[in-house]
């Protein structure tokens, strides 16, 4: 049932690439676990060994705190419909900020995104896929627009503010360092 690959082979990838969602997960050695649902099309595979997400405004910023205190991150991916499966990509990631040299080049691989606060490129150093066939068949509506929407209503200032309020630190007091990397 189980499988394990060094890299994202060309299966594996097509899988990712019809995923509508997928679960970030990340902890520093002594923080709670966290781990965040992502959609909006955000996700990118760079090659047999590299992948990276666009990470946009939310309530939390769990993830780029984890990341800049230990960079271990998986993703996992579920298949709600067709052959079961789960996929798990391990390994080491970083937070690439908009101030960053490598932001504009990275961020080209997305839609413009109203929100966009940071971009995880991550080293992918184990694949694997697991049998999934206690994951139940769900069908995929659409996209929700409500976070675009809020963004869009917020405004480059109103973003900053809400960063400024929300999202400076994890819920166990790490730093997350948005508003200096960021503005």
Same mark, same amino acid.
């Given at each position: ?8 082979? $060309? ?22 676990? /966290? ?5 909006? $099309? ?21 993830? #780029? ?12 991916? #579920? ?5 079961? /499966? ?6 080491? #990631? ?46 995929? /509506? ?5 976070? /675009? ?35």
């Amino acid at each position: 049932m189980g499988q394990q690959y060094t890299e994202i082979n $060309d299966k594996n990838r097509l899988f990712i690439e019809q995923q509508k969602i997928y679960f970030v997960g990340t902890a520093t050695a002594d923080s709670r676990v /966290n781990i965040s649902p992502k959609g909006m $099309d955000s996700l990118r595979v760079l090659g047999p060994n590299r992948v990276i997400w666009l990470n946009v405004t939310g309530s939390g910023n769990e993830t #780029a705190a984890h990341i800049q205190s230990h960079s271990r991150m998986t993703i996992m991916f #579920a298949a709600f419909e067709g052959n079961p /499966n789960i996929l798990r990509l391990y390994g080491q #990631a970083k937070v690439v900020h908009q101030n960053d040299e490598q932001w504009a080049e990275l961020y080209n691989h997305f839609p413009a995104t109203v929100g966009a606060r940071q971009i995880f490129d991550m080293q992918v150093e184990l694949v694997q896929n697991s049998c999934g066939m206690a994951v139940p068949f769900y069908t995929y /509506n659409e996209e929700r627009e409500q976070l /675009n929407q809020w963004a869009t209503k917020q405004g480059e200032q109103g973003l900053k503010q809400y960063w400024e309020k929300k999202n400076q630190s994890s819920i166990d007091g790490i730093e997350t360092h948005i508003l200096e990397k960021n503005t």
